[in-house]
């Protein structure tokens, strides 16, 4: 059975940063496509970043260069450094793994506001 469980959301002010984590089980992580997707309220879910197997890194142009995806594969997580944070990216973050099967999280709630 697979698992991804989100870790790391909270209230920031803007300016700030976080730090997400998702760690999976019941995969072979290694080789899956690992990334963050986002859904503010109203809105439908939205690409945020992946990461591939070889740690190829691909990010959408509204967080570029304030957002960084990375893995640790001894690990089975994938993690989402959010820096810069404006009250825009206020959304649930939810972890995303697809191979030949896409998996979905529960979602971490992250709330940029003063």
């Known amino acids: 059975q697979v698992h991804l469980v989100e870790s790391g959301g909270e209230l920031v002010q803007p300016g700030g940063s976080l730090r997400l984590s998702c760690a999976a089980s019941?995969?072979?992580?290694?080789?899956?496509?690992m990334g963050w997707y986002r859904q503010a309220p109203g809105e439908e879910r939205r690409f945020v970043a992946t990461?591939?197997?070889?740690?190829?890194?691909n990010y959408a142009d509204s967080v570029k260069g304030r957002f960084t995806i990375s893995r640790d594969n001894a690990k089975n997580t994938v993690f989402l450094q959010m820096n810069s944070l404006k009250p825009e990216d206020t959304a649930v973050y939810y972890c995303?793994?697809?191979?030949?099967?896409?998996?979905w999280g529960q979602g971490t709630q992250v709330t940029v506001s003063s």
């Open positions: 995303y793994a697809g191979w030949v099967s896409d998996y």
């Open positions: 019941g995969i072979t992580f290694s080789i899956y496509t």
């Open positions: 990461i591939t197997s070889s740690s190829g890194t």
